[in-house]
């Protein structure tokens, strides 16, 4: 066979070569696609925390005041441990009123991911660090000074100039997401 008829082949080192570039654009690829997801995850955590503020706004107007677990005082409340009552005072219940929602009005709807298996809301994350926090009547935003410390740094300067703020801690370690409304 001459050398003009030879099989072309790879060669053990070209081989070596093609994986390593690979290895190398998919070692440069991956953390960008983790960091996208978790941009995702935090964009929708906001979405989520805007709408559940909305609801609340939508509530205190339906009612003249904002839900009793969710009294005037500027001090966080974590929606977790309320489990099914927050979800019924947004959303009512198919069957008779509750004490929460007398009429029923249904103020949101969590979807399944919304909400564990003991109805407590979850994030985007997946976690259930949700807190809330309403303002006084008398007051045009909730200070600053009445978050907690881990977060104030996020609030703007002259507070949050809206009835309620909602916020979730869940998310990557180091970094917190946040929403307002």
Request: contains cysteine.
């Amino acid at each position: 066979m001459s050398s003009s008829q030879a099989k072309k082949a790879f060669t053990l080192i070209e081989m070596l070569c093609v994986l390593a570039i690979v290895g190398l654009l998919m070692g440069l690829l991956l953390p960008s696609l983790g960091a996208v997801r978790t941009s995702a995850l935090r964009q929708r955590t906001g979405l989520q925390l805007r709408g559940l503020a909305t609801a609340l706004e939508d509530y205190a107007a339906h009612y003249g005041h904002p839900p009793p677990f969710l009294a005037e005082a500027e001090v966080p409340v974590p929606l977790a441990p309320l489990g099914d009552r927050f979800a019924v005072a947004l959303q009512g219940l198919d069957g008779p009123a509750d004490a929460t929602n007398p009429d029923n009005v249904r103020f949101y709807v969590f979807d399944s991911a919304e909400r564990d298996g003991d109805g407590r809301p979850l994030d985007a994350f997946g976690g259930g660090e949700i807190y809330a926090m309403g303002r006084r009547k008398s007051r045009l935003t909730i200070p600053r000074e009445a978050f907690p410390e881990q977060i104030r740094d996020l609030v703007p300067e002259g507070g949050v100039p809206a009835p309620f703020a909602l916020w979730s801690l869940s998310g990557r370690p180091g970094r917190r997401g946040t929403s307002w409304q």
